[in-house]
């Protein structure tokens, strides 16, 4: 699927991705009072954005502005992700 997404600065951005994570990411930006506070919260408070596939980590980065470190490599269930999970948080 080829979404355009209309960031904070109004700029259009195509890219492939995972059109619900994105719009969830999108709520998650304006909830938390735009990206650079959630780029900070990542910092500040050690956190691990992750993401099923490389679309939905795609689109999430560009709505957040920052690298979505922890991707799941398992696309045939979301154990993957717990999987990628257990690796990010031991390392």
Same mark, same amino acid.
């Given at each position: !699927?080829?979404?355009v997404l209309k960031s904070f600065d &109004? $700029?259009?951005?195509?890219?492939?991705?995972? +059109?619900?994570?994105?719009? $969830?990411?999108?709520?998650? +930006?304006?909830? !938390?009072? =735009?990206?650079? @506070?959630?780029?900070?919260?990542?910092?500040? &408070?050690?956190?691990?954005?992750?993401? &099923?596939?490389?679309? +939905?980590?795609?689109?999430?980065? @560009?709505?957040?502005?920052?690298?979505?470190?922890?991707?799941?490599?398992? %696309?045939?269930? %979301? @154990? =993957?992700?717990? +999987?990628?999970?257990?690796h990010a948080f031991a390392s």
């Open positions: !699927m080829q979404v &109004h $700029q259009p951005k195509s890219l492939r991705a995972d +059109t619900n994570a994105v719009l $969830q990411a999108q709520g998650l +930006t304006r909830l !938390m009072g =735009g990206a650079e @506070a959630i780029r900070d919260a990542v910092r500040d &408070h050690s956190i691990i954005l992750a993401a &099923h596939g490389p679309y +939905t980590a795609a689109g999430v980065g @560009a709505v957040l502005g920052c690298d979505v470190q922890c991707i799941n490599q398992d %696309f045939s269930s %979301f @154990a =993957g992700l717990v +999987t990628a999970l257990e």
